[in-house]
């Protein structure tokens, strides 16, 4: 049973417009949420989190937002860029726990 | 950013072969590290998280027995795939953080393929 999902496998957005990528998850005990990029032959790279004493957390063109309520969350890049192409992974975890569960990944491609 | 160093890169071996993979952080201490599995379209399945000068802690369905891991120093994580078949043919990937409170940063993972 899926605890983080991703339910886009892909997703393609002309370039300077605004990608959202979604994420739900169905553990409650979840209270920190990250998302990371991944290029091809490269290790996932830490993107931006939010804990879920928060609605929103933002970081340049890359914000996130968290519906505690709807166990959603979705990451916004405004405005999208060449470079943003890539796998994005949505990610949970408990603060108590070190134990992070990722989502299957959103392959993102930014049109020229 | 905290760098995580993975090697080797990618492996090729005959069934039964013993293969060791190791994550390094470069520039932070790792007191935890994690180990990784991916199969293709699917997410990251952790295997086990580690603790500098402890036994790792498997995931269920993991077997420690085939793969050993190692987490001498605070730098340095080993997994070793023991006696290799080619279903353990998979993306493997380590993660260390330095603190409760702060992510994980991965390597770029070692592509394993079993002959």
């Known amino acids: 049973d899926q605890q983080v999902k991703q339910n886009s496998p892909s997703l393609s957005v002309q370039e300077g417009r605004i990608s959202i990528l979604n994420c739900d998850y169905t553990?409650?005990?979840?209270?920190?949420f990250l998302w990371y990029k991944k290029y091809p032959a490269e290790g996932p790279t830490f993107l931006i989190s939010?804990?879920?004493?928060?609605d929103k957390n933002e970081d340049g063109r890359f914000t996130v937002f968290l519906n505690k309520s709807a166990k959603h969350l979705s990451l916004h890049i405004v405005p999208s860029q060449p470079g943003d192409s890539a796998v994005y992974f949505c990610?949970?975890?408990?603060?108590?726990?070190?134990?992070?569960?990722f989502g299957k990944g959103t392959r993102l491609h930014i049109l020229p | 950013g905290a760098v995580v160093s993975q090697h080797p890169s990618r492996v090729i071996c005959k069934s039964g072969t013993s293969v060791k993979i190791e994550c390094r952080s470069l520039?932070?201490?790792?007191?935890?590290m994690f180990w990784y599995r991916q199969f293709p379209k699917q997410s990251l399945m952790l295997m086990a998280t580690?603790?500098?000068?402890?036994?790792?802690?498997?995931e269920q369905g993991v077997e420690k027995d085939k793969f050993l891991i190692n987490h001498a120093s605070l730098t340095l994580s080993t997994l070793t795939v023991t006696s290799a078949h080619p279903e353990d043919s998979s993306f493997y990937i380590c993660?260390?953080?330095?603190?409760?409170?702060?992510?994980?940063?991965f390597g770029d993972g070692t592509r394993l393929s079993i002959l």
């Open positions: 990610a949970a975890s408990s603060l108590r726990d070190d134990k992070i569960i």
């Open positions: 553990n409650s005990m979840f209270d920190y």
């Open positions: 939010i804990s879920s004493i928060k």
């Open positions: 520039d932070f201490q790792a007191t935890t």
């Open positions: 580690s603790n500098e000068g402890s036994k790792a802690t498997y």
């Open positions: 993660s260390g953080k330095a603190s409760p409170n702060q992510p994980q940063h």
